[in-house]
């Protein structure tokens, strides 16, 4: 069995430090130079747009043990229009799931994917090609299986969730606080990025969430040797079914796990069914895949955000059981 | 003397968690609906851009020792286009001040400002009023005294720095991946968080870079019962003298750090002056101010990140100790 991720021992660390990876020099010209203002009763000063400018970057941060008790780390790629606060605490104030794999003895590496976070993004329409997409509340209380479309309300005693929900519903403003704008169409430089955080490691367990899951179960299959095993939570998307290689270096084990409520949200019941046709094709190639329907196993109430519900602990546990027995590790 | 922040003993940490501080509700209307495509091989999905979103809060990592050796905290403000990142490792790989601030036994809190790094950012014209604004790598290598502004080159071996340039330059791309987009003009949404952080801690000590120096200095002057002591390395910005509060709590002591080559850069030289001007005035009302020169004192070579240049470990002990003797704080 894998060490409890519920210790309250002192973590003990070798190194904290970020990194980045990927980015290039990108010029631009021919714009129009302005004059603004800075600092505090500072002068105005001419800013030249013109110039050169890194794009492409992803930050990661490493939390890295003293002594780890496992042979790979875990890397954790966050959802869509997220960034790496995903993993380090609750809204409602309880341990993330980085302290509590930091405490299962697990090197972590919690990325900002490209575009997001400490990342950065870059000027558009001069380097994206389109405008950003800044997420509602409204739409994140339908889309993230909170409650009803029409549940939502800007005040928070008068939304309606659904009956039985994990979700620590009275802090959905202040996870709100935590989404971040994204942009549509950027999955091939967000997804070079990955790549090259997993051949900088050699070999990494992949936990991803949402659209990360979608990247973690796409990456595995691009870089197999550098992904020992992949973990993706309530991905939302995965390559199609007939892209699961069957020549070269073989899958590494899959586990892909599934919250409560996704018959109430159409667009859940079509991400699930791709998802699940992707699972089938791995198996059916010889790969054990470990699928984890929550509310089948009798976790009811999940939303779209397990490792931020009232029962994130008692979902890491399933995680780390279900990774340890996919790879059957010996324990340290 | 306060504890060496070389030490290569674990860190032992009770706690490593995020939280968002500040931050309300804005909702907009009447904005069209998009047609958009998000996930892997997804469907078209409408957008609707109308509703509540989330903003002026900020991001904040905690790093909390299992037996701390201070009395109080530090809170670290980057400066502007950066990010908490700017804090956890420099650009060719060494530790950060962040490390370092963890070895020497204090209670970490790193923060990312307002609009920027885990932060997010709010949709403008509708929330912002201003667009964006995004630093070239030409600009940087003026402004944070790099070397001369004709000194820049797209091409690393080709770049003039200035002679006896402590930072890593051939990792000026490396620290060019970490800069984000600002606003001008947001001075009182960045400065209201952090005054909300301030009130949450109880009592800090607050060092800020550049940018984050200014704000530092006036979050002093607005909440002094809140600060410990104040450090402001290079800051761009300052109070006016006629500000320093003569009535009330009196401010607590002041470091101000300097690199080298501001003479080269003539806004450097203005905000030196602003800032001079208002620590002569603190001192005058009978507050310990440390003005640190550090070509003055014999350490020559410094740019602007002096966080990140290659003697960045003494720059530190240098900080260290005066933060000690301005506080003349038992030790442990």
């Known amino acids: 069995m894998p060490p409890s991720p519920l210790s309250s021992a002192p973590l003990r660390l070798r190194r904290i430090h970020g990194f980045f990876v990927n980015g290039g020099l990108r010029s631009l010209h021919g714009l129009p130079v302005e004059q603004r203002r800075f600092a505090q009763n500072g002068p105005l000063r001419a800013v030249d747009p013109n110039g050169d400018y890194v794009t492409g970057q992803m930050y990661v941060q490493a939390y890295l043990q003293a002594e780890p008790s496992h042979d790979v780390p875990i890397v954790l790629w966050h959802g869509g229009g997220m960034t790496g606060a995903n993993w380090d605490a609750t809204p409602d104030g309880r341990p993330g799931w980085l302290e509590l794999l930091l405490h299962a003895g697990f090197d972590v590496y919690v990325c900002d994917a490209v575009e997001r976070g400490r990342s950065g993004w870059s000027r558009w329409p001069e380097i994206y090609e389109s405008a950003p997409l800044h997420r509602t509340l409204n739409e994140g209380w339908d889309m993230f299986r909170l409650g009803p479309a029409d549940g939502y309300h800007s005040t928070a005693a008068r939304r309606r969730a659904h009956a039985g929900q994990q979700f620590p519903q009275e802090a959905f403003d202040t996870f709100a606080a935590q989404w971040v704008p994204r942009w549509a169409g950027h999955e091939e430089i967000t997804l070079a990025a990955y790549g090259a955080l997993l051949q900088r490691l050699g070999r990494s367990i992949v936990v991803g969430h949402s659209q990360g899951g979608g990247f973690a179960l796409e ?52 991400y ?25 196993e009798g976790v009811r109430g999940n939303s779209h955000f397990p490792m931020l519900d009232r029962n994130s602990d008692v979902v890491a546990d399933r995680l780390l059981r279900g990774l340890h027995s996919l790879r059957q590790e010996p324990v340290r």
């Open 219 to 270: 990456a595995t299959r691009r870089w197999p040797q550098h992904v020992a095993a992949v973990a993706a939570i309530e991905p939302s998307g995965a390559p199609l079914p007939q892209q699961v290689p069957s020549v070269g270096q073989p899958l590494p084990p899959h586990l892909c796990m599934w919250g409560d409520f996704l018959s109430a949200h159409p667009i859940w019941v079509r």
């Open 272 to 296: 699930r069914e791709a998802v699940d046709a992707y699972c089938a094709a791995v198996r059916a190639s010889g790969v054990a895949v470990d699928l984890c329907d929550l509310p089948a």
